[in-house]
T-cell receptor, first 113, second 113 residues
């Protein structure tokens, strides 16, 4: 049983570009959350998707958007990249929106030059 | 912002118990205490959670004080593989959908041979 998978593992972009990160949840999971982790900091919540809709959102600008597909996989899109967007982007999945353990993927390391 | 306070770093000798403290003096009655850890270059991993009773699983024990203003995560026999950043998180769980995980900077535990 595969856990949460994310692609790509590493990515280098330049300022102003756009990026799409992908996440496949753990088998049987239908809720996906995205987190941003800057170097030396704890992960910060970006948003959560359930039933293909954004259900909760953290304090991130509209440049950060997402999508969830019918198979529960998800994408995180970031437009007009800034140097400060350089971080590890983590995807987490669980079953339902309620009180269940979240499983995290290994993350995508994004570097903006 | 995180509602918890943790020491930035701790050392523990291999084979000894690691006791990681966490202060959450503003916790409310329906908020749970969660612990996650993040081993270098991996996503966070769930360890344990509790409301007011002490909890134990195959990984660790969670001791919550009677007034619920602090807790301690105990790894009974630390190994080198337990070297990681440990996050203590206070989280509201409800039937309306649980709140996102709010990570602080955590405690960097170094297990020394």
């Amino acid at each position: 049983d595969a856990g949460v998978t994310q692609s790509p593992t590493h990515l280098i972009k330049t300022r102003g570009q756009q990026v799409t990160l992908r996440c496949s949840p753990k088998s049987g999971h239908d809720t996906v959350s995205w987190y941003q982790q800057a170097l030396g900091q704890g992960p910060q919540f970006i948003f959560q998707y359930y039933e293909e809709e954004e259900r909760q959102r953290g304090n991130f600008p509209d440049r950060f958007s997402g999508h969830q597909f019918p198979n529960y996989s998800s994408e995180l899109n970031v437009n007009a990249l800034l140097l400060g967007d350089s971080a590890l982007y983590l995807c987490a999945s669980r079953y339902g929106r309620m009180n269940n353990e979240q499983f995290f993927g290994p993350g995508t390391r994004l570097t903006v030059l | 912002d995180a509602k918890t306070t943790q020491p930035p770093s701790m050392d523990c000798a291999e084979g000894r118990a690691a006791n990681l403290p966490c202060n959450h003096s503003t916790i409310s009655g329906n908020e749970y205490v969660y612990w996650y850890r993040q081993i270098h270059s991996q996503g966070p991993q769930y360890i344990i959670h509790g409301l007011k009773n002490n909890e134990t699983n195959e990984m660790a024990s969670l001791i919550i004080t009677e007034d619920r203003k602090s807790s301690t995560l105990i790894l009974p026999h630390a190994t080198l593989r337990d070297t990681a950043v440990y996050y203590c998180i206070v989280r509201l769980l409800s039937n309306a959908g649980n709140t996102p995980l709010v990570f602080g900077k955590g405690t960097r535990l170094s297990v020394i041979a």
